[in-house]
C-alpha cells in the first residue's frame, strides 16, 4: 500500500505530509526556544544592573564568530545539496552535504573548546545565573546539531540507496532535514548576539 502524499501536495495544505509534518515539529521547537529566550530575558533584567554583561566577559567572541559563519556555509551548502538533487546531479548533493557535516563537525568542536576553557576557569552552570542560562541555551542548540548530524549522516551514507528508487521521494527529505537544519542555524543567530555580544 502506498501513503499518499509523500511526493504530491496535499490539496487541503498545498504542502506533501512529511513538510507539513516538519512545519508542525518546528512550531513547537520555536515554543521551546521561546520560552527559553523570554526566560533569558527576565533573568537579565531581574539581575544587578550591567551583572549579565559583566559575567559574559569570559565569552570567547573571536570563536563565537567564527563558529556563526560556520553555520551560516552549513545552511549555504544545505542548500546546494537539495538543489543538486533538483538539478539531478547525485556527485554534487554527496560534496555538499559532506560539507555541511564537516561544518556541523567543527562547529561541536570549538563548542567543546570554549566550554573546556569555562570548565579550566571553573565557571559551570552553578556559578551565576548567566551562565546557568549560557549553558542551558548553547548545550540544547548542541544536542539539535547533534541530532541534525545524525540524520544529515544517515541520508548521506546508508540512506541515500532511496535515490536509485525514488528520487522524488529521497529530494523531499532532504528538503525537509534542510528546513530543520535552517532552523537550527537560525536559533545560533539570535543566541549568538543576546549571549556573546549584549
Not at 573548546?113 to 552553578?126: G, R
Amino acid at each position: 500500500m502506498n501513503i499518499p502524499y509523500t511526493v504530491e501536495e496535499r490539496p487541503d495544505t498545498g504542502l506533501y505530509n512529511a513538510k507539513l509534518g516538519v512545519w508542525l515539529f518546528l512550531a513547537s521547537e520555536v515554543m521551546l526556544f521561546g520560552g527559553l529566550f523570554s526566560a533569558y530575558i527576565f533573568l537579565r533584567f531581574g539581575a544587578p544592573a550591567g551583572a549579565f554583561h559583566e559575567w559574559g566577559q569570559e565569552l570567547n567572541v573571536p570563536l563565537a564568530t567564527f563558529n556563526t559563519m560556520i553555520l551560516i556555509t552549513s545552511s549555504v551548502t544545505m542548500v546546494m545539496s537539495w538543489a543538486s538533487l533538483k538539478l539531478n546531479d547525485f556527485k554534487k548533493f554527496k560534496l555538499y552535504m559532506g560539507v555541511t557535516l564537516l561544518c556541523a563537525l567543527v562547529f561541536l568542536f570549538i563548542k567543546y573548546l570554549e566550554y573546556t576553557a569555562k570548565f579550566d576557569h571553573h565557571i559551570y552552570p552553578s556559578t551565576n545565573t548567566f551562565y546557568a542560562i549560557y549553558f542551558t541555551l548553547t548545550g540544547l542548540h548542541g544536542l539539535h546539531i547533534i541530532g541534525g548530524m545524525a540524520v544529515l549522516f544517515y541520508l548521506w551514507l546508508p540512506g541515500n540507496k532511496m535515490w536509485n528508487s525514488d528520487p522524488e521521494q529521497f529530494t523531499n527529505r532532504i528538503e525537509i532535514v534542510g528546513l530543520y537544519w535552517h532552523f537550527v542555524d537560525l536559533v545560533w543567530i539570535f543566541l549568538f548576539p543576546i549571549l556573546y555580544l549584549l
